[in-house]
């Protein structure tokens, strides 16, 4: 059986595309922190609120610039990440699936995937394995402290965030262990 998504990377109108594909029977929707300069997944909130079917799809590690001055004021990131945009550290992780919950106005996510975990360790894959080992136990620590959908709390109120799965999306795919060799001098934030 096919399924289809809708994807809202590069979306002009993320509302209007989600109207249009849940309208059309689409069940799942990938979006990400920074889609839409930011503002993808709260454009994306009333609409998947009146949709509870609708599987979403994010994902954590890259940043706006904006959102990287809000997680450097926080206290979960150090400067270097904010400049870099990239971040797989546990406390911007919390941080950051928190926040996702928030703007989506979710207990849980069906999906998250780990956004480029190589970004910072790629020449170094003893560190990269540490990194992502790392970033996994914080969504399987998210995963079991987040309510399911039956015991949820009311709409408003304040509760973790987790994933139901997590995993890593990153490109070239090669494991921890074959990691990439290009050194990237800095990355530009979205």
């Not at 689409?26 to 839409?36: G, K, L, N, R, S």
């Not at 079917?53 to 706006?64: A, C, D, N, P, W």
């Not at 904006?66 to 550290?89: E, F, K, M, N, Y």
């Not at 399987?140 to 997590?166: H, L, Q, Y």
Request: with cysteine; net charge positive.
């Amino acid at each position: 059986m096919a399924l289809l998504g809708l994807g809202t990377y590069r979306c002009r109108d993320v509302s209007a595309a989600a109207r249009v594909a849940v309208s059309a029977g689409v069940t799942t929707i990938d979006t990400a922190p920074v889609y839409a300069q930011g503002t993808a997944q709260a454009q994306l909130a009333h609409i998947v609120a009146a949709h509870p079917e609708v599987r979403l799809f994010s994902k954590v590690g890259h940043m706006t610039r904006t959102q990287a001055q809000a997680a450097l004021r926080a206290g979960v990131i150090a400067a270097r990440d904010a400049t870099r945009c990239h971040s797989i550290s546990p406390a911007y992780l919390d941080y950051q699936i928190a926040t996702t919950g928030a703007e989506l106005d979710r207990q849980r996510l069906d999906l998250l995937y780990l956004h480029n975990p190589e970004h910072d360790a790629h020449t170094d894959p003893r560190r990269l394995l540490h990194q992502i080992t790392r970033a996994f136990a914080t969504c399987e620590r998210r995963f079991m402290t987040a309510k399911s959908p039956a015991t949820a709390s009311p709409p408003g109120a304040v509760s973790p965030t987790a994933p139901s799965a997590c995993t890593t999306s990153s490109t070239p795919r090669e494991t921890p262990q074959a990691a990439p060799t290009t050194t990237y001098a800095r990355s530009s934030c979205p």
